[in-house]
Every structure is written in structure tokens, then in C-alpha cells.
């Protein structure tokens, strides 16, 4: 399942032009040399990782076990689930219901109209449940993010490639229709993570 997901991000990647950025071709993954980076430094850059990873145009996704995704953010006025009972179901791409990609299909068309379905061209879904960062505090997602029980095993670097990989994360940055973009920009993201990594994952509880 999630094989599926990066090989069918990656070809599409490949296939696609125009306006929508390409995957896998945005970003340098440059880290910092290896004990360059103090702890202080790992913490800042922490924080502004935290900053992008609470902000609404990722935690809407990244949501718990009752797989119900968020609306929240200035566009959506008041926090609360997503409209119309969505339910992503244990496979968080809502086969057991209506597919997310029934909605969030990729229409280019649609890509700035307020209050349409985000479109982005790869299968919508949910995040994994140990990916939970929906009203999570600085301490519990930093913990998740550096943990490889729940983080697919994934060190800094491959984090930092899946980010430049990953269409949807284009699309925090894009997101259309009057939303607010996810703060910094992708590639001052993908920097933090590797400085943070160089660091030795600092969190704030250490
Ligand atoms: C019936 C159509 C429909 C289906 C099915 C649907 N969505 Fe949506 N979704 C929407 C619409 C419309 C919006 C935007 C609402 C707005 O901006 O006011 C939206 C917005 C969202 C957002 C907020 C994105 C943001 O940060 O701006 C998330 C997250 C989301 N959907 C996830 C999902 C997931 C996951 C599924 C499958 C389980 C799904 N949706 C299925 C119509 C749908
Ligand atoms: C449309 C829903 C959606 C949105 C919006 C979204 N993500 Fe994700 N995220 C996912 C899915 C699905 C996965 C699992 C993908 C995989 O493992 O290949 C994931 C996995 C991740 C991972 C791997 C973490 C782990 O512990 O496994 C990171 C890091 C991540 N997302 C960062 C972000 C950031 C940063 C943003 C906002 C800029 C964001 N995501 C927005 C759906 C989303």
C-alpha cells in the first residue's frame, strides 16, 4: 500500500507538465557535515519544522484513528471534521465509503477556486495513523517524527526525500483557492529537517 503510493507518485511525476511542480526535481538535499550542527541549532530549526508540520495545510491530513480528516485554517473559519460524514476508513483512502480521489481527483480547472476540492494528481488519502499530528504538541510530534517504529523507519535524509517526492506536499505550498500556504517554503523545510537530523533529532523533553 504504501509501495503503491510512492511508485504512483513517482510515475506521475515523471508524466506530468505544466503549471504543477514536478516531484522528485525541486529540492537539494544537501546536509550539513556530520557534528556541525549544536543542539541549540537542531532545536531552532525544530521549532520551525513544528510550525509547519501543525499548521493546517498538513495536520488536516495527518489526523487519528477515527480517520476523519480536518477543515481548519483562516478559510474554513471554525475547526471541525471534514463536511459531508467524510470517512477515510483503516485503508485512510476511503475505500470502505467514497474514495477520497472521488473528490480530490486532479482537475487543474479547480486548482484555485475557493471552497472546491483540494486536486492534486495522486491519490489523496490520509496520513498513517502513527503520523497523528492534529492538535499534537511540539514534544509529541518531534518524538513520532525521529521514532522508526512509527515513522516507516525513515532517517533524515529518507524523510527529507520522501518530502521532495510527495505531490501533495507541493501542494501545501500551492494550495489554491484562498487557502493559506504551509509556512517557509518546501526547500527551507527540507534544510530544517537536515539540519535537525545532523543534530541528533533534538526534542525539547530530552
Ligand atoms: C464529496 C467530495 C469529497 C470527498 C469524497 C472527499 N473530500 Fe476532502 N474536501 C472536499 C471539499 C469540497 C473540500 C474543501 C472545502 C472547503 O474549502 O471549504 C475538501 C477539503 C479537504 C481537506 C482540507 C485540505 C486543506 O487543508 O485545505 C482535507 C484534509 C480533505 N479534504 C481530506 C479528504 C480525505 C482524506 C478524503 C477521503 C477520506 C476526502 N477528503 C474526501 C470534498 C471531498
Ligand atoms: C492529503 C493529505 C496530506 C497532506 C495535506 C499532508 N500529508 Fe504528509 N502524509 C500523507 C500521507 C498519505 C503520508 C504517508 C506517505 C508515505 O508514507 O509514503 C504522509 C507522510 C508524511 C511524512 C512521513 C512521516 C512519517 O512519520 O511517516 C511526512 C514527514 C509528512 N507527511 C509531512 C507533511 C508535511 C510537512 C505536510 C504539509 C506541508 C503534509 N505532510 C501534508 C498525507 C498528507
Avoid at 487543474?108 to 492538535?135: I, K
Avoid at 510527495?166 to 517554503?185: K, S, V
Wanted: proline share 7%.
Amino acid at each position: 500500500m504504501k509501495l503503491t503510493f510512492v511508485s504512483l507518485s513517482l510515475a506521475l511525476g515523471l508524466v506530468l507538465t505544466g503549471p504543477v511542480l514536478g516531484a522528485g526535481d525541486n529540492v537539494e538535499i544537501n546536509p550539513p557535515a556530520e557534528g556541525s550542527v549544536n543542539r541549540e541549532d537542531g532545536l531552532a530549526a525544530w521549532d520551525r519544522i513544528y510550525e509547519v508540520a501543525s499548521h493546517p495545510r498538513c495536520a488536516n491530513c495527518h489526523t487519528g484513528a477515527d480517520n476523519r480528516p480536518m477543515w481548519s485554517g483562516p478559510s474554513y473559519g471554525r475547526a471541525r471534521k471534514h463536511g459531508m460524514n467524510v470517512n477515510a476508513g483503516e485503508s485512510r483512502i476511503g475505500a470502505e465509503f467514497v474514495l477520497c480521489s472521488t473528490c480530490h481527483a486532479y482537475r487543474e480547472n479547480l486548482h484555485d477556486v475557493p471552497h472546491a476540492a483540494p486536486q492534486v494528481a495522486m491519490n489523496w488519502q490520509l496520513a498513517p495513523v502513527e503520523a497523528e499530528w492534529f492538535g499534537k504538541s511540539s514534544e509529541y510530534i518531534c518524538n513520532q517524527l525521529r521514532d522508526p517504529e512509527r515513522n516507516d523507519g525513515r532517517d533524515y535524509l529518507a524523510l527529507a526525500e520522501h518530502l521532495d517526492h510527495d505531490l501533495i506536499l507541493h501542494w501545501a505550498w500551492n494550495p489554491g483557492g484562498g487557502r493559506e500556504p504551509a509556512p517557509y517554503d518546501l526547500q527551507s523545510h527540507v534544510n530544517d529537517i537536515l539540519v535537525w537530523g545532523v543534530a541528533g533529532y533534538p526534542c525539547v523533553n530530552d
